[in-house]
T-cell receptor, first 113, second 113 residues
Framework: NAGVTQTPKFQVLKTGQSMTLQCAQD?????MSWYRQDPGMGLRLIHY???????DQGEVPNGYNVSRSTTEDFPLRLLSAAPSQTSVYFC????????????FGNGTRLTVT | AQSVAQPEDQVNVAEGNPLTVKCTYSVSGNPYLFWYVQYPNRGLQFLLKYITGDNLVKGSYGFEAEFNKSQTSFHLKKPSALVSDSALYFCAVRDAGNTPLVFGKGTRLSVIA
């Protein structure tokens, strides 16, 4: 049981490049989400999904796309990277239910130059 | 919309002393409250959650949290701090709708030997 797996762990991009951050979970969780963590800003929600085929925007969705074609995977796409997207990105998953805690991956540290 | 505030960026405490990390929240309706801990270069780990009707909730690693409805607070406590408790702590809240979890900005706890 690997939990939530994020790849890659580190990535450096040039401005304008695109890439996909991968997230996979093996706990059969319906809910998945992407957060970014910046110093002094806490965690801010980018996008989330309550099930396969369903996605919604969070607090800071601009510049990011997501899709949820399977229960297990929830990739985050950066369409045209900008220095403001330099951050640590966390994927999290959880069961349905208001009181269900989230399970987090170990993060992807992204630098855009 | 729900929100959570952690008024202290940093809390310093001597090893063996009690610790408190503060959290206040705002939701419409009943709150679903959580505490998470983050160690360096890792994702967030679930510590504990509020259970309706229990004003004192016990969690992992000897931590507990005190819920106060009139003050809309959910402070994290531990009777005797350890150096290994040094980490970044996040409070989070959601309401009973199909809304995602909202995190505070985090409080860095430093336990000094």
């Amino acid at each position: 049981n690997a939990g939530v797996t994020q790849t890659p762990k580190f990535q450096v991009l040039k401005t304008g490049q695109s890439m996909t951050l991968q997230c996979a979970q093996d706990m059969n969780h319906e809910y998945m989400s992407w957060y970014r963590q910046d110093p002094g800003m806490g965690l801010r929600l980018i996008h989330y999904s309550v099930g396969a085929g369903i996605t919604d925007q969070g607090e800071v969705p601009n510049g990011y796309n997501v899709s949820r074609s399977t229960t297990e995977d929830f990739p985050l796409r950066l369409l045209s990277a900008a220095p403001s997207q330099t951050s640590v990105y966390f994927c999290a998953s959880g069961s349905r239910g208001y009181n269900s805690p989230l399970h987090f991956g170990n993060g992807t540290r992204l630098t855009v130059t | 919309a729900q929100s959570v505030a952690q008024p202290e960026d940093q809390v310093n405490v001597a090893e063996g002393n009690p610790l408190t990390v503060k959290c206040t929240y705002s939701v419409s309706g009943n709150p679903y409250l959580f505490w998470y801990v983050q160690y360096p270069n890792r994702g967030l780990q679930f510590l504990l959650k509020y259970i309706t009707g229990d004003n004192l909730v016990k969690g992992s690693y000897g931590f507990e949290a005190e819920f106060n409805k009139s003050q809309t607070s959910f402070h994290l406590k531990k009777p005797s701090a350890l150096v290994s408790d040094s980490a970044l702590y996040f409070c989070a809240v959601r309401d009973a709708g199909n809304t995602p979890l909202v995190f505070g900005k985090g409080t860095r706890l430093s336990v000094i030997a």
